[in-house]
C-alpha cells in the first residue's frame, strides 16, 4: 500500500509556471505506475500525466503537451507535475495517483485503472 501527498499549489497569473510534487510513502514506490489528474467545479476528474514506474514512458492530454512535464525520483519516493505557461483553463484541484503494476513500460490514463489517491492540491491561474 501507499499514501500520496501532493503539495505546489497556489494562485498564479496566466502564463507563469507552477511545480507540483507528489510524496509517496510505502514500500517499492518504484513499482507503481502514477499519473496527475484534475478536476474543475462542476467537471469530471480529467487524465493530465501518466508516467511509467520506470520513467521512462510517459503520456499527456493533448491540452497540456508542451506546457506540462512529468517526472519522477524513485530514490526520493516522489513524482513531479512541471507546468509552464499556465492558462486559467488549468484551474482545478490536482490529484496524484498510483497504481502498483509488474509492467515497468505501463501508462495509466484513465481514473479507474488507479487504485491509491493523494488529497489533492488547489491550482488557480487568474486571468
Known amino acids: 500500500q501507499v499514501q500520496l501527498v501532493e503539495s505546489g499549489g497556489g494562485l498564479v497569473q496566466a502564463g507563469v509556471s507552477l511545480s507540483l510534487s507528489c510524496a509517496a510513502s510505502g514500500r517499492t514506490f518504484s513499482r507503481y505506475a502514477m499519473g496527475w489528474f484534475r478536476q474543475a467545479p462542476g467537471k469530471e476528474r480529467e487524465f493530465v500525466a501518466g508516467?511509467?514506474?520506470?520513467?521512462?514512458?510517459?503520456y499527456y492530454r493533448d491540452s497540456v503537451k508542451g506546457r506540462f512535464t512529468i517526472s519522477r525520483d524513485n530514490t526520493k519516493n516522489t513524482m513531479y507535475l512541471q507546468m509552464n505557461s499556465l492558462k486559467p483553463e488549468d484551474t482545478a484541484i490536482y490529484y496524484c495517483a498510483a497504481k502498483g503494476t509488474t509492467d515497468w513500460s505501463i501508462v495509466l490514463t484513465t481514473r479507474y485503472e488507479y487504485d491509491y489517491w493523494g488529497q489533492g492540491t488547489q491550482v488557480t491561474v487568474s486571468s
Open positions: 508516467i511509467s514506474w520506470s520513467g521512462g514512458k510517459k
